[in-house]
């Protein structure tokens, strides 16, 4: 399995920007996809972005024009950049990677976005 380390929550005001990291314990390119998903309070996890490794993207809707997903093979560390952040976007993300059979999990770090 992948080791990921999120890292870059926080409390923002409603219109700010925050960016989590996450460090993999392994070389990126090894890995098939990446992602980034949330969980609200009562609420099931969902896909926030995802990136394969050719570098292709996808978005949730909810997101889309405000959230960008992107890497830095160098550092083993992909990041999830959230601009104009509305109080919806409150969660806890998680970082997901996908190598072989395998799907690994972060520990979450919480996004708390005040109105």
């Known amino acids: 399995q992948v080791q990921l380390v999120e890292s870059g929550g926080g409390l923002v005001q409603a219109g700010g920007s925050l960016r989590l990291s996450c460090v993999t314990s392994?070389?990126?390119?090894?890995?098939?996809?990446m992602g980034w998903y949330r969980q609200a309070p009562g609420k099931q996890r969902e896909l926030v972005a995802s990136?394969?490794?050719?570098?292709?993207?996808d978005y949730a809707d909810a997101v889309k024009g405000r959230f960008t997903i992107s890497r830095d093979i160098a550092k083993n560390t992909v990041y999830l950049q959230m601009n104009t952040l509305k109080p919806e976007d409150t969660a806890v993300y998680y970082c997901?990677?996908?190598?072989?059979?395998?799907?690994?999990w972060g520990q979450g770090t919480q996004v708390t976005v005040s109105s």
């Open positions: 997901n990677a996908q190598k072989r059979m395998a799907t690994s």
């Open positions: 392994t070389n990126i390119f090894t890995i098939s996809a």
């Open positions: 990136m394969a490794r050719d570098g292709n993207t």
